[in-house]
């Protein structure tokens, strides 16, 4: 039985043109999100910014590897990633990074395109979908992706049952600490 909502909506199988002009085959039509932000990250990467991160509910993978109270953070750069891990932690912001392991990035290997919007395997889903997004990036050095839950299962002191932010207080004072760097220099 197919469960398209229209003539024009995405099948397995289908292939995709990306912003990037990569081929993208749908081996899941339930992981469009990260269609849709790798044209996002195409997009800003075409006038190359100082930062450039994204947040996204990607996958269950990050639940289930960290839980609810700790979304995974990707990047390539050492140095970055001490810069968020140290805000996160002087802001109570918890986050965890987690690697951008290439020996799975093969498993996004297309065979009728560039590449698959998922891996076929049951294994590394946050960390495959992290590898996904990195192939629109044009400078991953300067690029975090951020697989946040945001939602509280349960209350907890000053944290209410229900939705919640994730590492917006380390984003703010990474760039106000960014900015005052850039600010105090002759």
Known sequence: VENSISASAFRTSDVYRSRKGLSVEIG???AEGRLILADALAYAS?????LLFDFATLTG???????????????GDDALAQEVAGQAAAVNDPVWRMPLWDNDASGLDGKISDLVNVTSGPFAGSITAALFLRRFVADPRRWAHFDVYCWNPSTK?????GGEVQAARLLYELIEAR?????AKP
């Not at 075409?46 to 100082?50: G, M, Q, S």
Request: aromatic share 6%; charged share 25%; net charge negative.
């Open 157 to 161: 002191p000053g944290r209410p049952e």
């Open 179 to 183: 900015a005052e760097q850039r600010n």
């Open 28 to 30: 899941n039509t339930d």
């Open 46 to 50: 075409e006038t190359p910014p100082d």
């Open 61 to 75: 993978a990050a639940r289930v590897a960290l839980g609810p109270e700790i979304p995974p953070f990707y990047t």
